[in-house]
């Protein structure tokens, strides 16, 4: 069983409409809870990152932790077809240990017009 | 353009061949990293370097591969006897240990495809 578990999706929406993306984690060490977006052949772009549980929000996104479940969630609101992108949780200890970062398969999103 | 730079950005080879890639981090970050992506996954980490200690490798880092970062700035990373597996995006993070966040956010290169033939 891998440590981090995410949907690869495809997820085909609307424009307009609200995005929801999840991730599971087994390993209760983890601290810190990122979510990064990928266009195709370019490397990845941190969108958000959050500590420990609570709710995060930027602009149209919104990053969620439940560390009691062990889960993880993005929103996107009002998805835009410039939205459309491989989305990737990634997780780490925090930078007083390795900060390495462990990531989900990513979710593949299209947002059609 | 101040951010991480990877290069070559796409290489082809043959099988057995030796290949050397090279990262550019973000200019005073101090931890540089290196991860493997291939299609339809994740990124896995490979290894990462404090200044120019490397401080951690993973069981993905075979014997053929080889990491340096010799001056604390760039970082090399070297792939022996190539095989058809080692076909991936090598994607190099940076990130800075003095972060205001408690976590260093890694901001990550293009990557360099490789494809071994």
């Known amino acids: 069983q891998k440590e981090v578990e995410q949907d690869p999706g495809p997820l085909s929406v609307p424009e307009g409409a609200i995005v929801s993306l999840n991730c599971t984690y087994s390993?209760?060490?983890?601290?810190?809870f990122m979510w990064y977006r990928q266009y195709s052949r370019k490397g990845p772009e941190l969108l958000m990152y959050t500590y420990s549980s609570g709710n995060k929000e930027d602009g149209r996104f919104t990053a969620q932790v439940d560390k009691s479940s062990k889960y993880i969630s993005l929103f996107i609101r009002d998805s835009q077809p410039s939205d459309s992108a491989t989305y990737l949780c990634?997780?780490?200890?925090?930078?007083?240990?390795?900060?390495?970062?462990?990531f989900g398969q990513g979710t593949t999103l299209q947002v059609k017009p | 353009d101040t951010g991480v730079s990877q290069d070559p950005r796409h290489k082809i080879t043959k099988r057995g061949q030796n290949v050397t890639f090279r990262c550019d981090p973000i200019?005073?970050?101090?931890?540089l990293y290196w991860y493997r992506q291939t299609l339809g996954q994740g990124p896995e980490f490979l290894t990462y370097?404090?200044?120019?200690?490397?401080?951690?490798k993973s069981r993905l880092l075979s014997d053929r591969f080889s990491a340096e970062r010799p001056k604390g700035s760039f970082s090399t990373l070297e792939i022996q006897r190539t095989e058809q597996g080692d076909s991936a995006m090598y994607l190099c993070?940076?990130?800075?240990?003095?972060?205001?966040?408690?976590?260093?956010?890694?901001?990550f290169g293009p990557g360099t495809r490789l494809t071994v033939l």
């Open positions: 200019s005073e970050h101090n931890r």
């Open positions: 390993n209760s060490a983890f601290q810190y």
């Open positions: 370097f404090q200044n120019e200690a490397q401080l951690e």
């Open positions: 993070a940076s990130s800075s240990t003095k972060s205001l966040t408690g976590t260093d956010t890694q901001y």
């Open positions: 990634a997780m780490s200890y925090g930078s007083g240990n390795t900060g390495k970062l462990i």
